[in-house]
C-alpha cells in the first residue's frame, strides 16, 4: 500500500542506482577506495577518531572487497540486489516468532519491486540451495566418520580458459563458491581438496602415475582438455568408476544399467536448471550445440532418456543447416564455446540454455555463443552470466560428497547400533513376540516421524509362533543419499525402541 502512485519507480530508480554503483565498486575496488577517501575528506570523516576503522588502504580494500562479496549474494537473473522471496521468509520466521505460516509468507515485501524478467532461467538461488545441501552433507559425513569428503583436482598444462579465472571470480563469484578456486571453495564448504598442476610437457605415464597416488581420494577431476600427446582414453581409463565425480564415465556405466553413476557437473547443472523452471523435455525437439565428451555429448545422452527429440549439432554442420536447426527447435542448449557463433534472429521462440560462454577481455565480461538479443527471440533464457555458471561447483562438491557417503556406505556395511547402511539409506530390523507389540511399535515411530518431519518406510513380517519383524527405511529423497536428518531419525527411534539410548557410529 505504501508504494503507490510514483513511490515503486522512485524506490525502482533508487535501486538500480545503488546496484549499478555497487557493480563498478565490484569491478574496480581500488577506484571505490580512493573515492571513499575522497568523500570522507569533503564530510570530514577523516578527522573523526574510530576505535572500530583503521585508515589504511589495505584495510578499506579489504572492507570493500568483502562488502562485495556479500553484494554478489544478491545477485539474481540478471541484476544485483533481488530479494529472493524464500529467503525473506525464513528471516520473518526468525524475526515474526509466533505468527502462523499465512502472516508470515511475503510478509513486508512487494514481490514487484525490483524483479528481473520472467523470461530468465537464474542459476543463482538454485545454486545456493544445492552448495547448501552439499556443506551440509560433508558436514555430516565428518561427524560420524571423523574425516572431511575429499576431492584430488589434476590439471595438465595451462587451459586456455581459465586465464581469466582471477578475474571471474573477482566480478562473479566470492571463494566459498568459484569454480576457479577449489581448494578455497572446499574449504569453506567442509571438503578436502588438492589441486595438482604437472607442466605441459608431463608425458601419459607421469600422469598415470600422479592418478595412481589419488586413491584414497573420494573424487578425482582430470581437468579438460589435456594437451595432444597425451592418450586420454588411458588416462580417464584409469580413474575409477567409484571416484569419477566429473562423470568422464556417466554415459557408459548408464547404458549398462548402472543408476548410481556420477553425472557430469555441467550437463547435471544443465538438466538441474531445466526441471527448476518446469521446462519440459519430453516429447520436445531440442537442439544440442556442441559434442565435447564432457558437455555436449553427455547433455544428448540426458535429453534422449527424458523422452526428447534430440539433433546435434557440431563444427562440421554447415553455416545455412544450423540457422535451419535452430529456428525448428523448442529448447536450444548451446555448448560451443564460441561468441557470436549463432544468430540470435535464427530462434523462433525456442527455450535457450546458454551453457558455452567466453570471457571477453575487452568487454571485461562474459559472452554467448549468440549475437544479437536473446529476449526479442526467445521464450525463456538463461543469462550470462548468471544462468548455468554458478552451479557447477555445487554440483561438483554434491558428486564428491555422494561419492564419500558410497565409499563408506557400501550395500551390507552394518553400523554397531544394528542400522544397515546402504547407498541411499539405513534400514534395520525389530523382533516382537507378536504383532500387537510390533504394531504399537510402529505407531510410535510414526507419533516421532510426525514430530521430526522425517517419515519412515515400514514393513511387516509375520513369522507365525516365532513373532513378528518391523522392518525400517529412512532416507531423504530430495538429497537422493543419506543425511543428518536420517541419522538423528534413526537414533531417535533407538531411544523409544530399545531400553538404553545407543550413539550412533560405524
Known amino acids: 500500500e505504501c508504494l503507490q502512485d510514483d513511490r515503486q519507480a522512485i524506490i525502482e530508480a533508487f535501486c538500480e542506482a545503488t546496484c549499478d554503483g555497487w557493480e563498478h565498486v565490484i569491478r574496480n575496488p581500488n577506484e571505490a577506495v580512493e573515492m571513499a577517501k575522497e568523500a570522507q575528506k569533503i564530510l570530514g570523516l577523516d578527522d573523526e577518531s574510530n576505535d572500530h576503522w583503521h585508515s589504511s588502504d589495505d584495510f578499506m580494500l579489504e572492507m570493500t572487497e568483502k562488502c562485495g562479496d556479500c553484494v554478489k549474494g544478491t545477485f539474481g537473473r540478471d541484476r544485483y540486489g533481488v530479494i529472493n522471496k524464500k529467503r525473506w521468509d525464513e528471516a520473518n520466521g526468525w524475526l515474526l516468532q509466533g505468527k502462523s505460516e499465512g502472516e508470515i509468507d511475503g510478509f513486508g515485501l512487494d514481490a514487484a519491486v525490483w524483479q528481473p524478467s520472467q523470461q530468465l532461467l537464474s542459476g543463482n538461488n538454485l545454486a545456493r540451495s544445492i552448495l547448501s545441501k552439499a556443506k551440509s552433507s560433508a558436514e555430516c559425513f565428518q561427524k560420524l566418520h571423523g574425516r572431511k569428503p575429499s576431492l584430488a583436482v589434476v590439471t595438465v598444462g595451462d587451459l586456455e580458459r581459465y586465464k581469466q579465472g582471477d578475474r571471474r571470480r573477482e566480478i562473479y563469484s566470492t571463494a566459498s563458491e568459484s569454480w576457479f578456486n577449489k581448494t578455497a571453495a572446499g574449504e569453506a564448504n567442509g571438503f578436502v581438496v588438492k589441486e595438482i598442476r604437472l ?61 548410481n553413476a556420477y553425472p557430469p557437473v555441467t550437463p547435471a547443472a544443465t538438466v538441474a536448471l531445466l526441471d527448476e523452471f518446469d521446462v519440459e523435455v519430453k516429447g520436445k525437439r531440442v537442439l544440442v550445440i556442441g559434442r565435447s565428451p564432457i558437455v555436449g555429448s553427455p547433455i544428448a545422452h540426458m535429453m534422449r532418456e527424458m523422452g526428447a527429440a534430440v539433433t546435434v549439432a557440431h563444427n562440421q554442420v554447415p553455416l545455412e543447416t544450423l540457422k535451419e536447426i535452430v529456428g525448428e527447435a523448442e529448447v536450444i542448449i548451446s555448448c560451443a564455446g564460441m561468441p557470436g557463433a549463432i544468430k540470435a534472429e535464427w530462434i523462433n521462440g525456442a527455450v535457450v540454455v546458454n551453457v558455452g560462454t567466453t570471457f571477453d577481455e575487452v568487454k571485461d565480461s562474459l559472452v554467448s555463443d549468440f549475437d544479437g538479443d536473446i529476449e526479442k527471440n526467445a521464450s525463456r533464457f538463461s543469462p550470462v552470466p548468471g544462468g548455468i555458471g554458478p552451479l557447477s561447483l555445487p554440483i561438483l562438491l554434491n558428486n564428491v560428497a555422494k561419492a564419500a557417503w558410497d565409499g563408506m556406505g557400501t550395500a551390507g556395511s552394518v553400523l554397531s547400533n544394528g542400522w544397515e547402511l546402504e547407498t541411499a539409506k539405513l534400514r534395520k530390523k525389530y523382533h516382537f513376540d507378536s504383532y500387537k507389540e510390533a504394531l504399537d511399535a510402529a505407531k510410535k515411530v510414526d507419533k516421532l516421524s510426525t514430530v521430526m518431519d522425517h517419515h519412515a518406510n515400514m514393513q511387516f513380517t509375520h513369522k507365525c509362533v516365532d513373532g513378528v519383524d518391523l522392518e525400517l527405511e529412512f532416507f531423504t529423497f530430495e538429497a537422493k543419499q543419506i543425511t543428518q536428518k536420517d541419522y538423528d531419525a534413526a537414533q531417535a527411534v533407538d531411544m523409544i525402541l530399545s531400553a538404553n539410548q545407543v550413539k550412533m557410529s560405524r
Open 199 to 259: 607442466n605441459s610437457s608431463a608425458t601419459t605415464d607421469e600422469l598415470l602415475s600422479q592418478i595412481y597416488t589419488l586413491r584414497d581420494f573420494d573424487g578425482i577431476q582430470v581437468m579438460w582438455p589435456m594437451p595432444d600427446h597425451i592418450d586420454t582414453a588411458r588416462v580417464y581409463s584409469a580413474i575409477n568408476f567409484q571416484q569419477d565425480v566429473d562423470g568422464i564415465h556417466y554415459i557408459g556405466q548408464t547404458e549398462i544399467g548402472n543408476e
